[in-house]
Structure formats: C-alpha cells, structure tokens
C-alpha cells in the first residue's frame, strides 16, 4: 500500500506580537495545518499566556491542534491540546496526569531509537526526530538520516516528526521516508507565510511515496 503524505505542523517564531497573529491567520488559511506550536523563550507564564490566547483562538477556529512548547504548566493553564517536551522539560506520563488522557504529548527525540522507544512506553502520542537539515531557528547536535523514519514508521503505530531546516527544497526525502508530520519554522515564517505554507504542501504532494508491502 501507499504511505499517506505528511501533514504540516507550524512551529511559531520566538517573536509572536504585533502583527504575528495576523500572519498565523494567512498561514492557516493558505492549506491544511495539522498543529502549531506555541514556542517562545525567557518570558513568564503570565506574559506567555498573554500572547498565547489569541493565537489559540485562531487554531481552535480553525481545528488545528495549539500545542505548547516545553511547559506543562503554561499548557495547563491555557486548556491547550498538548505539549511537546525536550528531553529536560519533564516526564510524559507526569504531564499526561497534568493535562489529562485527551491531551496531545509529543517528546523530542534527536537522532536516538532508544529515546523514541522510551518516550512511547511512557505515553508520549507522538516522537519528534531532528534536525535533518541546519536549522536558523535553533542550534542542532544531532543529525539522523531519513532511513530512521523508515525504521520507526514501519515498526511502530505512533506517528513521528521530522524536524530541523526542513524547506519545500529539502523535504521529499522526509515525506518518502515515512515521517507523519513535517515541523516547519522559519520557511513558513521567514517570508511570505501563506506562499511558504503552499510551497510546503505542494512539495509533499509531489514527493515520491514509499511503496510498502499489503
């Protein structure tokens, strides 16, 4: 049968006042955005949610899932749809009793089957491996190949991201390998959004399918 192509999920800009809201709606509204993620860094949970809440609004309106970078507690405090925890954010199973059975919890797993597995036994519903690509939105140590993508789509149910630097030049081999969800950063936001969000989803569309056996 023919692998699915995968779906986008929009991580946010450090940067998300003045106008950002006005582009997370032309981004949205370009073609089909699975999640977004509310990522920003050295502000309190106070002013966090302060810029959050519209930016919520608009993915509720939209069904797109509004997940919460690395803190369980600004998630909780926002109703979020879930959070996603780098390997020193905390415990899945710790933020599943926080945030409740129907909230999304995705791990940040580098380039380890070991962490990926580990994160799965824990509860987590989804692995994010990365970065594949250099990436201008954050410094990368690790660096997994596509075949790691083939390896967990092919052996597990739990679906996985593919993340870092990842363009609509750069991302075929990912969308081939098998990754369920491509988490795009500064190709959408670093011109034209809703042009970078089409792009994006043109090149998935075009991408070869990896042919698997029925």
């Given at each position: 049968m ?7 999920y ?14 997370l ?8 955005v ?7 860094k ?5 002013a ?13 309106d939209?069904d797109?899932?509004f ?8 998630a909780k ?8 925890l ?12 926080r ?5 999304q ?18 509860g ?5 491996f990365?970065a594949?690509?250099p ?8 660096r997994?190949?596509p075949?790691?993508l ?9 679906p996985?991201v593919?993340?870092?630097g ?8 990912l ?10 950063s500064?190709?959408?936001w670093?011109?034209?959004?809703a ?8 090149a ?11």
């Amino acid at each position: 049968m023919t692998q699915p192509a995968s779906e986008l999920y929009l991580i946010s800009p450090l940067d998300v006042s003045g106008t950002f809201p006005e582009r997370l709606v032309r981004a949205l509204d370009a073609g089909p955005v699975a999640a977004f993620q509310f990522r920003v860094k050295d502000v309190d949970d106070h002013a966090a949610a302060r810029l959050a809440e519209p930016l919520q609004r608009i993915c509720a309106d939209r069904d797109v899932a509004f997940i919460v970078n690395d803190s369980v507690s600004l998630a909780k405090r926002l109703g979020a749809d879930g959070v996603h925890l780098g390997q020193k954010d905390g415990d899945p199973q710790e933020a599943r009793q926080r945030l409740g059975r129907d909230a999304q919890i995705g791990v940040t797993c580098h380039a380890s089957r070991h962490l990926a597995m580990e994160a799965g036994e824990a509860g987590a519903d989804y692995v994010a491996f990365g970065a594949f690509f250099p990436s201008t939105t954050k410094e990368t140590e690790h660096r997994p190949e596509p075949d790691l993508l083939t390896w967990w789509s092919t052996l597990f149910e739990l679906p996985c991201v593919a993340i870092g630097g990842i363009t609509a030049a750069n991302c075929a081999p990912l969308v081939t390998a098998g990754a369920d969800f491509l988490a795009v950063s500064n190709a959408v936001w670093g011109g034209d959004e809703a042009q970078g969000v089409r792009d994006l989803l043109a090149a998935i569309a075009a991408a070869p399918r990896r042919e698997e056996d029925e």
